[in-house]
């Protein structure tokens, strides 16, 4: 997630002043104005226009409220009120602070604080499926909005610990999402490595940031020395007479005094949390990449693998200290370790047995995993990763009996994530159950042929069937319709195995571009095969 506003609210007693047009930034952003706003439920701007255009639509109906109620971290903190109970509503809220932040930067240009707060709003809608389901816009194009804003931001202040950590973030999931979607792959590529660019530039300002407020904290005066003179009690008390009229004429002027906000810039200082967030943001960034990088690229991965080798090894152990979070960073490890062997793997410098041991004994160091959820579902993708590779490129027939005991692991990796009490994401455990279970069933078809998969392959569509349900079901209680979607599709597509293709001909013919994409989807991940859909499924 970005990070925090830049902002922070103060409740301050002021005296009624006459509103007038703001002079600066800071005045915009303290809120030293009148601007009219269309009420909540007569606001007609599209969200198209708010967030990808810089000039507002004309509102048909206008109020005006005081703006130092109304400003953009009002609306924000009003959109993280409904983020969970109303994402319509969270959504208009978050839009109204983009609108904010926008309308004072067609103002105030330079104004940093404006720019930073508009790209970091931008990025935070783009983290809940929920919110942006109610934008227009793919999530490529919306991060791609984003970037954009967070690149300007960075222009105006290149020192910027925080503008260098939330751009770095919003280019790893740029990235990301073009990997989802196998599309621009080249372009992912650059984004990860710029990514990985800011991160470091980000911790080393952190670093020294960190060693000054160390330097500057101030050292405890020896007793007795270095105190405050005691003041004399025989000394006239004319100063205290006259602090006591002034706190009384205060009190007086308080009471006709109306209660006022005021915000104010905040500098956080940096910690070991700040650190550790950056470190393993940089190695979830070199993870993705490293799944993008070929024998064309091994330069790339040296470097990676060089410079994140420094710090796992000697950075992390360090800062890790006081934090709570060592086996969050030593799964962030692991997961690291497991691309850049799968990568190795795939150009040419590891063997598949060598790949093999390398993800196993990664997981093996890993304390108590079988009581962490999140550990059980990596280790799980892990080999779901291990599998795809294997078989594109390396011999088949010399791998089976290792993709088939993988792929077992994988599926009891699962299983065991979603009986336990702190599972998240349910319906992503019950796809991904489902999706090795089908896996295991192709390798006991032609030609491949597998003894122990062949001869329990009517077991495995029934369980692939019945883990799709329950990805079904959850998604449909947890109000996610991709993976809701995605489950009817993938269960559809095992039932058909079965023999009964009826479901997925319905789907075709009331869902057809959702549901060929899905079947696309699930040909490329090794689901199911050309003859399959053809043959079995009577997809074309």
């Not at 005021?262 to 993870?287: C, F, H, K, R, Y």
Request: glycine share 6%; charged share 25%.
């Amino acid at each position: 997630m970005p990070k925090q506003k830049l902002l922070v609210k103060d409740t301050k007693k002021k005296s009624k002043k006459s509103q007038q047009a703001p002079t600066s930034a800071d005045e915009y952003l303290e809120g030293k104005f009148h601007r009219s706003f269309p009420s909540f439920f007569e606001f007609p701007c599209s969200v198209e226009n708010i967030f990808f255009s810089a000039k507002p639509k004309n509102k048909t109906k206008k109020k005006a409220y005081n703006c130092g109620a109304l400003v953009g971290v009002d609306f924000e903190e009003a959109g993280e009120k409904w983020r969970a109970g109303d994402a319509a509503k969270s959504t208009r809220f978050f839009i109204r602070a983009i609108d904010t932040y926008d309308e004072g930067l067609r103002k105030f240009s330079a104004s940093f604080d404006l720019a930073y707060n508009k790209a970091r709003v931008q990025y935070e809608l783009t983290q809940y499926p929920k919110l942006t389901e109610q934008l227009p816009g793919s999530l490529i194009e919306l991060l791609t909005t984003a970037l954009e804003s967070s690149r300007f931001a960075l222009q105006l202040r290149q020192d910027s610990t925080d503008v260098l950590f939330n751009t770095g973030q919003v280019l790893t999931s740029l990235g990301q999402a073009l990997v989802t979607e196998n599309i621009r792959l080249d372009e992912a590529t650059s984004l990860l490595q710029e990514a990985m660019e800011l991160f470091q530039r980000c911790l080393t300002l952190q670093e020294c940031q960190k060693e000054n407020q160390i330097l500057e904290q101030p050292k405890e005066a020896p007793s007795g020395e270095g105190s405050a003179p005691q003041p004399d009690p025989t000394a006239p008390q004319e100063e205290e007479e006259e602090e006591e009229e002034e706190e009384e004429e205060e009190e007086e002027e308080d009471s006709m005094m109306q209660e006022e906000e005021v915000w104010a810039s905040v500098s956080e200082p940096i910690t070991n949390d700040t650190l550790v967030d950056t470190m393993l943001a940089q190695l979830e960034a070199g993870t993705t990449l490293c799944g993008l990088t070929t024998v064309q690229t091994l330069n790339i991965l040296d470097w990676l693998v060089a410079y994140s080798k420094e710090l796992v090894d000697n950075k992390l152990p360090v800062y890790l200290e006081g934090t709570g979070r060592d086996a969050e960073a030593r799964l962030a490890g692991i997961n690291f370790l497991c691309a850049v062997s799968d990568a190795f793997f795939r150009s040419g410098r590891y063997t598949g047995q060598e790949y093999e041991e390398s993800v196993r004994n990664a997981f093996a160091s890993y304390k108590n995993i079988n009581a962490e959820p999140r550990a059980l579902c990596d280790r799980a993708e892990a080999w779901i990763t291990y599998n795809a590779s294997v078989s594109l490129y390396a011999d088949q027939s010399h791998h089976l009996t290792s993709r088939w005991n993988t792929l077992s692991v994988a599926v009891q990796s699962l299983s065991a994530a979603a009986k336990l009490p702190t599972a998240q994401n349910l319906a992503t455990i019950h796809l991904l159950r489902g999706d090795v279970e089908l896996l295991r069933y192709q390798l006991g078809q032609p030609p491949l042929n597998y003894p122990a998969a062949a001869s329990n392959s009517g077991t495995l569509l029934k369980n692939s069937v019945t883990y799709y349900r329950g990805a079904q079901r959850e998604a449909d209680n947890s109000d996610l319709p991709q993976e809701g979607m995605e489950a009817r599709v993938k269960g559809a597509v095992a039932q058909g195995l079965r023999g009964d293709a009826s479901t997925i001909r319905s789907l075709m013919g009331t869902n057809g571009s959702v549901t060929q994409g899905i079947l696309e989807q699930c040909l490329d991940e090794g689901l199911v095969t050309l003859d399959d859909l053809r043959d079995r499924l009577g997809v074309t």
